[in-house]
C-alpha cells in the first residue's frame, strides 16, 4: 500500500455517470432440499465462490426479518439458496463452516447477524472485502462503489428493497442477487491477481480537509 498520503474514492456524481453492469452467468434457485444437496455438492468442489445474503426490507421499527436468500458465486454460475422455503440444512451449515473453501462477501457481520436468526453457526474461511480494499487505498465500503473503482462499471441498487420472500423471485429479483454476490467474487480475484493499479485509479485523490468539508457544507446552506 503506497503511504503517500492519498485516498481512492468515488463521488455519487462520478457513479451516477458509469455504465451498468450486468450478470454474466447462469443462475439456479434453490428451493428444495434435493437441489441444495446438489448445489452444495458442486460448490465444495471450488476454491472459493462468491457470497451474499438478502433480507426482505422491514419499514417498521424494531422489525426484523430472518435471512430470505443466500446467493452463492462461482465464476460463471450462481445459486440462489430459498432460506425463507427451505431453512439451511446439515449439508449447507457444514459449507458455511468449511475453512478449505474462501467465500468472498462484504460487510460479512450483518449477514451472519441475518443467518444467525435462522440457524446457530461457526462461519469459517470467509473474507471481507471491506478488509481487503484498505491495502489498496480504497476507503469506499459499499460494494456498488468498490466495483465502480476498480471495473469502472455501475451496479444498479434497484431490486434492492423488493420482497425476497415472493412466491416466485423475478428475472430482475434473480439477476440483482446473483450479480452481488458474483461481483465479491470477481473482485477479489481482480486484487489478489495483483491486477489493479493504484497509481493510475482515475478516483485517486488526497482526502479533503475536514475544514474544506466545513466550508462546503456551510456553501450548500447559504445556497438553499
Known amino acids: 500500500m503506497d503511504n503517500s498520503g492519498y485516498i481512492i474514492s468515488i463521488s ?4 451516477a455517470e458509469l455504465p451498468v453492469t450486468a450478470y454474466p452467468g447462469a443462475i439456479s434457485v434453490i428451493d428444495s432440499p434435493s437441489a441444495a444437496h446438489t448445489a452444495i455438492r458442486v460448490l465444495s468442489r471450488e476454491a472459493m ?3 451474499d445474503t438478502e433480507t426482505r426490507p422491514s ?4 422489525c426484523r426479518h430472518k435471512v430470505a436468500l443466500m446467493q452463492i458465486s462461482t465464476a460463471d454460475r450462481c445459486f440462489l439458496f430459498r432460506l425463507n422455503k427451505i431453512g439451511i440444512c446439515a449439508e449447507l451449515k457444514k459449507f458455511l463452516e468449511n475453512p478449505a473453501v474462501l467465500k468472498i462477501g462484504l460487510s460479512l457481520h450483518d449477514d451472519f447477524d441475518a443467518i444467525r436468526r435462522t440457524e446457530d453457526f461457526d ?5 471481507d472485502l471491506q478488509k481487503l480494499v484498505k491495502n489498496f487505498e ?6 456498488q462503489k468498490i466495483y465502480a473503482i476498480i471495473f469502472g462499471e455501475r451496479i444498479s441498487k434497484g431490486q434492492r428493497l423488493t420482497n425476497w420472500e415472493a412466491d416466485v423471485l423475478t428475472d430482475a429479483q434473480q439477476a440483482y442477487a446473483a450479480l452481488d ?4 467474487l470477481k473482485i477479489y480475484r481482480y486484487l489478489e491477481a495483483g491486477q489493479f493499479n493504484v497509481v493510475s485509479s482515475p478516483y485517486r485523490h488526497l482526502p479533503v480537509p475536514a475544514t474544506s468539508k466545513c466550508s462546503q457544507e456551510q456553501e450548500k446552506s447559504s445556497e438553499q
Open 49 to 51: 465462490v462468491g457470497f
Open 123 to 127: 462461519p469459517q474461511g470467509f473474507v
Open 138 to 143: 480504497i476507503t469506499d465500503i459499499s460494494l
Open 59 to 62: 419499514f417498521r421499527k424494531g
Open 12 to 15: 455519487k456524481e462520478q457513479l
Open 181 to 184: 454476490a458474483w461481483a465479491c
